[in-house]
């Protein structure tokens, strides 16, 4: 029985001794988000609004901001979904969209790891880069026109931001629908390079509280084309006469390129 007791004895003794060298635990890595997003406004009909894709889950829901009357926000990459309502505090309280972006990264160790953008209900647009993105997060880039704003990294290149933008120049609609035909043709265009996971899009309307429209695919093989698909079945005053937008729903581009396997990019 004595020889029982000491031998507990040492087993205990010999985990509690390997217990305070173990190595703490690894710091919880920042979240980033990936993504490519566009915000818009329309002065005229008082209406704001984002569209927001990315292999993130539930990516319309931490990405995008939107007030009425007031703008549209996206905080992406090494994203920071507490600035979405005060950058609109901000620009509600008639800050420039430049002046709110560096009220939030005057004071961020990681500023050049975000991508910001930013429009008020005047169409003054301010987009900010990553700038140290790692090169996993390359492509990015960004363009603005009246009174939009296109953003992405992570991305299969170039072609993704140029389609994006020219797609919500040269759609006829709606606000609602020229963000989500944008957000179609950057993804036809190829996209966020690790694949896709989900989309969404909210859209803000004066005297209107909250959303006007908010519609959000969290967990998809081809989030972009579910949430298109949802939108044509959809029946609200936020949609226009884009044939796009319509039933019977057809895939807007079933010949894209696959893309590359998660696994085989360089890490983050």
């Known amino acids: 029985m004595c020889s029982m007791r000491v031998t507990v004895a040492i087993v205990v003794m010999s985990w509690f001794v390997q217990s305070l060298n173990a ?4 710091a919880a890595k920042p979240e980033i988000t990936a993504t490519f997003s566009i915000i818009a406004v329309d ?3 008082h209406i704001c609004g984002a569209a927001v894709a990315s292999k993130y889950l539930a990516v319309g829901k ?3 901001y939107v007030r009425a009357d007031v703008g549209a ?3 992406q990459h090494h994203h920071v979904p507490k600035w979405g309502e005060p950058a609109l ?3 509600q309280q008639g800050k420039r969209p430049e002046a709110v972006l560096f009220e939030l ?3 961020d160790k990681d500023s050049e790891l975000r991508q910001l953008a930013i429009i008020d209900m005047q169409g003054r647009a301010a987009v900010h880069n990553p700038t140290e993105a790692p090169a996993g997060s390359r492509y990015w880039g960004a363009m603005t026109g009246r009174f939009y704003c296109c953003q992405g990294n992570t991305l299969t290149g170039r072609e993704v931001v140029v389609a994006m933008s020219r797609a919500y120049e040269e759609t006829s609609g709606s606000l609602a629908d020229r963000l989500l035909a944008a957000l179609i043709a950057a993804d036809c265009a190829g996209g966020d390079h690790r694949g896709r996971l989900a989309a969404g899009m909210r859209v803000a309307k004066k005297g209107v509280e909250g959303d006007w429209l908010s519609l959000h695919v969290d967990k998809s093989d081809d989030a972009v084309v579910e949430l298109a698909r949802k939108y ?3 029946k609200h005053d936020a949609k226009g006469n884009w044939s796009g937008g319509k039933l019977p729903f057809q895939h807007p581009c079933p010949d894209r390129p696959k893309l590359s396997s998660p696994m085989s990019l360089p890490p983050k």
């Open 62 to 64: 931490v990405v995008p």
């Open 105 to 107: 990264l005057k004071e």
């Open 43 to 45: 002065p005229e009909n």
């Open 89 to 91: 505090d901000l620009l």
């Open 23 to 26: 190595a703490p635990p690894p």
């Open 232 to 234: 044509a079945e959809l």
């Open 73 to 75: 926000f996206c905080t």
